[in-house]
């Protein structure tokens, strides 16, 4: 099957890395995307938008043949979800990595003011920066690169809820179900988007916001096993 991974902030395709060969080896056909304004540190990232993010993925899926299985980590949860509502008949699998099915709608309050979204360790919970030793935190500080705020800002039209219907995967690495219930209490409306779902599994893998770093053959079984 083909299986596309979608990286979330900061990162570009080969954030990946680590758990291709997996997916692989047990005969799948793998795809990790560079998103727009991501190829380098150097990128122009002043007029990337949503719908930017959103044509390069679903031109990845139109461009196999059969339905995919799509993986979005962090942030790239959303472009999952936008897909899922675009092509739902062409994604066998939707899986958010770290990352919820959520009301989609401009964060443009939530976004200071500037062309992208600078890396930076207080972004992440305690949680989220599990199992990340010194060499690993010194090669994400390495190579992640500012993300475009743009992207973050916009918002999106779901047409009339099709992804609902998509078998959907919740891998989560970063909370736990206490935190869940504690999110369904706090904001109802994403607890609604979640039971709207037809067919969503959530399986937890404590580790980082990015198990595909720290727990990357955890993560491969996860997701082979759901496919």
């Not at 795809?31 to 993010?53: F, K, N, Q, V, Y």
């Not at 930076?120 to 030793?133: A, F, K, P, T, V």
């Not at 690169?145 to 047409?159: N, Y």
């Not at 979640?194 to 969503?200: E, M, N, P, R, V």
Request: charged share 25%; no cysteine.
């Amino acid at each position: 099957m083909k299986v596309i991974l979608v990286p979330g902030f900061w990162f570009d395709a080969s954030s990946w890395d680590r758990i291709v060969p997996a997916l692989e080896a047990a005969g799948h056909d793998v795809t990790a995307l560079t998103l727009p304004g991501m190829e380098s540190p150097d990128a122009d990232r002043s007029a990337i938008t949503l719908a930017d993010h959103v044509a390069a993925v679903l031109a990845a899926i139109d461009a196999t043949d059969g339905p995919v299985v799509l993986a979005g980590s962090s942030f790239s949860g959303k472009l999952v979800q936008i897909a899922a509502e675009e092509r739902p008949e062409s994604i066998a699998l939707a899986v958010y990595v770290d990352s919820l099915p959520q009301p989609v709608r401009s964060d443009s309050t939530e976004v200071p003011p500037g062309v992208e979204i600078p890396f930076s360790w207080d972004e992440l919970s305690d949680d989220e920066q599990r199992d990340l030793g010194p060499e690993l935190r010194e090669q994400i500080e390495r190579q992640a690169i500012g993300f475009p705020a743009q992207v973050v800002r916009d918002g999106w039209t779901m047409k009339d809820g099709r992804h609902h219907d998509v078998r959907t995967l919740v891998v989560a690495s970063g909370f736990d179900a206490a935190k869940l219930r504690e999110w369904r209490d706090d904001y109802p409306e994403i607890a609604a988007e979640i039971d709207a779902h037809t067919d969503l599994t959530i399986v937890e893998l404590p580790t980082s916001h990015w198990p595909h770093l720290t727990r990357p053959d955890e993560l491969a079984d996860i997701l082979l096993e759901a496919i």
